[in-house]
Each structure stands twice: as structure tokens, then as C-alpha cells.
């Protein structure tokens, strides 16, 4: 080795290696989530997002009358929590002293800089792809799950509807497509959401490239010309951990709010000398939240086949 290690040296030397390798293999992929996520900090423990009414379209008036008034109602809040993530391992003198070689390149007692890096980039899919994958079931910040055809308008009679059935096909492709656009504030109004892009389960993707990238429209034996718009395709390999066997598939605006990963801290890479002993151990840790702020701008299907 370039430095002899000694039990004094053995820290100093081996933490700079360990971190580099970990933040080299967290970065070696490119990340999937943060295509569809807007990725943000949070400045406290917990983030809140709340949600207002609408005052809806202008009434109209005569000339000299008062103006026509109208409140703003509070409504629901959609709140983040920081969680703790972390992972560690350990380093022992007597395996630096025998495996030189291994130790340095990033290898530890039951882990290693690269594994727990790959981890970490894992976990960060996984929590995100939950809110997709659990957004048919769990109820979110305004009582229902968010994908469903009743979201509560706070000024409003009507409901939210962004909810779709079925596989992924031309036709419930565009019944998404049109859907997205009806989407309304809290006050009934058309909020001008356009998908722009489209998320998909690994076993829609060459079905979703047909849909998109056809000149002929997909699916037919006719000549019909393929009226689907050209959208950004997401394959999202993490999707597939649904364990109910769902196919998810949506579409989303990205110009609108919705789906938000918020880093209270980010990823550190460190080492501690452990107590009482010769061996130092390395860990990782950071504390993050993921879910939405608001179901407009998304349409989506658990993909089952009507």
C-alpha cells in the first residue's frame, strides 16, 4: 500500500477511501424518481402545504355599484415529516490487517461503501414509488386516496376526478389525456393542466414507446393517423414492487405541484472509532419525507385490465 496503516493512522486513512467510493456508487445511476418528483428542502422537522379555496370566475357588475365580494376558504394540509435513514458497518483491525487490499477497496464486516451506497439509492426509489403505488388505497391529506373520483372542492359542489381504469391503450390514454384537462380549483374553475409526461410500470414500456412514438396509431389495423401527443416516458423499474400485482401507470403535468421528495438532510458518509475497541465504524445517514401536495396534474390507473 502507498501508507503504511498503523492503529493510530488506521481512521485518518481508511475514512477519505470509504467516502469516496460511497458517493461515486451513489451516483453512478441515474436516479428515476427525480424525473417525476420536484425535489426541494425542507427548513424544519415538518413541512406544511395548505390548501385554500378559490374566489371562481369574476361576477359581473354596473357602473357605480360596490364590488362584488367574496371569501376565501381554508381547506386541507397536506404536511411532510422528516425520517431518519441510515446504515452502518463496520471495519475491523485485524481485517485491515489481513485483507489490505479489500478494505481499501471500500469492503467492511458485513457491508461495504459501495452496498450501502447502492442502498441508499434504492431506499430513496422505493419510498417514492410508494406514494405512487399506495395512492389507489391510502387515504391522503383531503380524506381520499390520490388517485379517486372524488376529491373534495372546498368551494365547490362538484368533486376531483383523476382516476382512470384499465391497462394502457390508446383509448385510455387519451380518456387520461382528456381527463387531465377537465381537472378544476377548488372553486370549479379549469385549471389548465396538460400532461406532459408519461410514468409507467416496466411491463408498459414498449407498449407506452408504441402509443407515443407511432406515426399510425397503435394498437389498430386501420391506417388512422396517431393523434396521441408526443409526452416525456418515464419507465419507472420501482413501480414493479407493488406487491398486489398492479401495473401503474400515469400521466402528469410537470409544470404543476404535485408530487414532492423533500430533503431535510442530505446524505453524509462519516466514521466513528467504536468504544472499547480497535475497529472503527462507517455509517451513512439522511433524513427525508416524499408524498404530494396535490392531486391536479396527475391522472393514473393501477393498470388492471377491465
Not at 390548501?51 to 371562481?56: D, E, S, T, Y
Amino acid at each position: 500500500m502507498a501508507n503504511k496503516m498503523t492503529r493510530s493512522s488506521f481512521g485518518e486513512l481508511l475514512t477519505p477511501v470509504h467516502k469516496k467510493i460511497f458517493f461515486e456508487s451513489y451516483d453512478e445511476k441515474k436516479k428515476q424518481y427525480d424525473k417525476t418528483f420536484k425535489i426541494d428542502t425542507m427548513e424544519a422537522k415538518q413541512a406544511t402545504y395548505p390548501h385554500l379555496g378559490a374566489f371562481g370566475q369574476w361576477d359581473s357588475n354596473t357602473e357605480g355599484s360596490d364590488f362584488n365580494l367574496s371569501d376565501i376558504a381554508e381547506g386541507d394540509t397536506a404536511t411532510f415529516t422528516a425520517r431518519r435513514f441510515d446504515k452502518a458497518y463496520e471495519v475491523t483491525w485485524e481485517l485491515v490487517q489481513d485483507d489490505q487490499y479489500n478494505v481499501f477497496k471500500g469492503a467492511g464486516k458485513g457491508g461495504s461503501a459501495q452496498k450501502l451506497a447502492r442502498g441508499l439509492a434504492a431506499t430513496e426509489e422505493s419510498n417514492a414509488a410508494d406514494v405512487l403505488i399506495n395512492g389507489f388505497s391510502q387515504n391522503g391529506y383531503d380524506g381520499v386516496p390520490l388517485f379517486s373520483d372524488s376529491h373534495p372542492l372546498i368551494n365547490s359542489s362538484d368533486t376531483g376526478d383523476n382516476i382512470i381504469e384499465g391497462g394502457l391503450t390508446d383509448e385510455n390514454l387519451k380518456a387520461a389525456l382528456t381527463k387531465m384537462r377537465l381537472q378544476q380549483d377548488e372553486a370549479g374553475v379549469l385549471v389548465a393542466a396538460h400532461a406532459n409526461r408519461l410514468v409507467v410500470h416496466p411491463d408498459w414500456e414498449f407498449t407506452a414507446r408504441a402509443l407515443i412514438g407511432s406515426t399510425l396509431q397503435a394498437g389498430t389495423n386501420n391506417n388512422d393517423v396517431n393523434t396521441v401527443p408526443n409526452m416525456e416516458i418515464l419507465v419507472w423499474d420501482y413501480l414493479a414492487d407493488d406487491t398486489s400485482g398492479n401495473k401503474i401507470w400515469y400521466v402528469q403535468d410537470g409544470s404543476m405541484d404535485n408530487l414532492m421528495f423533500l430533503w431535510r438532510e442530505k446524505p453524509i458518509f462519516d466514521s466513528e472509532k467504536i468504544d472499547n475497541k480497535m475497529d472503527y465504524r462507517f455509517y451513512g445517514y439522511c433524513r427525508f419525507d416524499c408524498g404530494y401536495v396535490d392531486w391536479r396534474g396527475l391522472v393514473g390507473s393501477t393498470g388492471a385490465e377491465e
